[in-house]
């Protein structure tokens, strides 16, 4: 299964987003940042997540922490779709705490202006 859409289709849909994310959530949540633009991941730590024996996937989780906040969680999945965690939470690679937007924004581009 190919995941590639054309560089049209994304911008369609992240304007989307941007333009209705507010309108899907409850009123005391709007205007809270509670929905993020994007986030940003370092390489370095990407490609040790998926460096993990198995690893042929790259999955996202989406979460939230306790003011509501929603961040991405990501981790590796095996070719049996699997997760690759271990009960042991010191022993799993799992990434969150991104570069958030908004606070931490990239420059404008067609995805995100």
Do not use: W
Request: charged share 20%.
């Amino acid at each position: 299964m190919s995941h590639d859409i054309t560089l049209t289709d994304a911008v369609t849909m992240t304007t989307a987003f941007r333009a209705d994310k507010e309108t899907i959530l409850a009123s005391n949540f709007k205007n809270q940042n509670i929905l993020p633009i994007c986030e940003t991941f370092d390489k370095a730590e990407v490609l040790t997540l998926m460096a993990q024996e198995g690893c042929t996937q790259l999955r996202i989780y989406y979460s939230m922490d306790t003011d509501y906040t929603v961040h991405a969680v990501l981790v590796a999945a095996n070719a049996s779709d699997q997760d690759i965690i271990s009960l042991s939470s010191d022993a799993s690679i799992l990434l969150e705490k991104g570069k958030r937007c908004p606070i931490y924004c990239p420059p404008a581009s067609v995805l995100n202006s």
